[in-house]
């Protein structure tokens, strides 16, 4: 079954780009959804679609996707970004239909 | 919204029943689905259901023992749970489907989550 990766750990400073990434073979050709987790709180919807943005989320927060790699971007990050993050496919055609990344730990 | 409950206490080889209560939108409409996450680690999916229950599946780590089952007159999910193992321990959520069975499904809202104690 397909399977997605991520980095355990992104680090960056203040008002910098933070960039996380979600890999899988050829994951440009699927759509990619990422979730923020804080501490102690349910999943929170942040990008849709590779890089739609429900309502109420922050223009800084931004995703591409293309060939292996799908990328969530933060920019101008805050103290309150601070969070796990965690990529997710859809696979209609599997046994398992929902996959998830291992999740990123974003510290600011 | 979705609001789950039945979590608790549970010694290693007994059961529990998960429920999901729904509001706000057409739950018989919608493809549902469990996510588990045990303390310190990350989410992981435990079982979907489709909104007429053709399509129910779960994950290799639960088959066999979980049961996933939806009550569309009264907007609820359910997970039964038996013989319980101590990794089974973790908070579970509920969450909704974005679209049908063959769309890019993503999942929004989830549930507050509720937790699950394996432990003799």
């Known amino acids: 079954s397909y399977e997605v990766t991520q980095s355990p750990s992104v680090s960056v400073a203040p008002g910098k780009t933070a960039r996380i990434t979600c890999g899988g073979r050829n994951i440009g050709g699927r759509s990619v959804h990422w979730y923020q987790q804080k501490p102690g709180q349910a999943p929170v919807l942040v990008i849709y679609l590779d890089k739609e943005r429900p309502s109420g989320i922050p223009e800084r927060f931004s995703g591409s996707n293309s060939d292996n790699t799908a990328t969530l971007v933060i920019s101008r990050v805050e103290a309150g970004d601070e969070a796990d993050y965690y990529c997710q496919v859809w696979d209609s055609s599997s046994v398992h239909p929902v996959i998830l990344g291992g999740g990123t730990k974003l510290t600011v | 919204q979705l609001m789950e409950s039945g979590g608790g206490l549970v010694k290693p080889g007994g059961s529990l029943r998960l429920s999901c209560a729904v509001s706000g939108f057409s739950f018989s409409d919608t493809i549902m689905i469990w996510v588990r996450q045990a303390p310190g680690r990350g989410l992981e999916w435990v079982s979907s259901?489709?909104?007429?229950?053709?399509?129910?599946h779960y994950a290799d780590s639960v088959k066999g023992r979980f049961s996933i089952s939806r009550d569309n007159a009264n907007n609820s999910l359910y997970l039964q749970m038996d013989s319980l193992r101590d990794d089974d321990t973790g908070t579970y959520y509920c969450?909704?489907?974005?679209?049908?069975?063959?769309?890019?499904?993503?999942?929004?809202?989830w549930g507050q989550g509720t937790l699950v104690t394996v432990s003799s």
């Open positions: 259901i489709s909104p007429t229950t053709r399509y129910v």
């Open positions: 969450a909704r489907a974005s679209g049908d069975w063959y769309a890019d499904n993503w999942f929004d809202p």
